[in-house]
């Protein structure tokens, strides 16, 4: 009987070194580099004009030996609660923008209603660790400045006040109405390193 990998070997590059992946629930996963807590997600955040770190999308994390890349996803529901909710959303490292990622978002702009746009945003970002010179900003970091746990997260602002929105809420989920019990979606967090 034939092994696996003679019918399908592994491929020469871009191996999955590991795969982490959990919804904002306070769990703790263990993969070859360490074991990881998630955040855990229970309230909607309200955007502002001011910059703030979503909840659920911080990480600290330090890939393994021999990773050449990163992928770091983070999908959040957003709502448009008032004139579109034009926002914009960054990835940091350790607390440095990586200038490449940067998002932004708008719904259909109106001076009236609320929950006016509704859906899915993904912040996403491949870090290149292939380099030897560090620059954050393009997502270029040299292995010898990621040796130790790093900081990823994701934060984000209205762009003024009358473009309002937040993070996490769902309403119309029942298919019907906006009043009544609703709930909130707690964002998922992905990381691959592959080398």
Sequence with gaps: ??????????????????????????????????????????????????????????ISYMPPDNAKYVYYEFNLKMEATSRGGISGFQIRFDGTNVTIADKGWSGNYTTTGHHLAEFMHTSAVVFDLTVSTTNISQAQIAPADWATVKTLDVRAQEYSSYYQSEAHGNHYEDE????????????????????
């Design 176 to 195: 019907s109405s906006s009043s009544g019990n609703e709930v909130y979606t707690k964002p998922v967090l992905t990381i691959i390193a592959y080398g």
């Design 1 to 58: 009987m034939a092994n696996l990998t003679d019918i399908f070997p592994a491929a020469s590059s871009n191996n999955i070194l590991e795969y982490l992946a959990a919804p904002a629930d306070g769990r703790s996963v263990t993969v070859s580099s360490g074991t990881y807590t998630f955040q855990n997600v229970t309230a909607l955040q309200a955007l502002s004009t001011s910059k703030q770190v979503i909840t659920g999308s911080s």
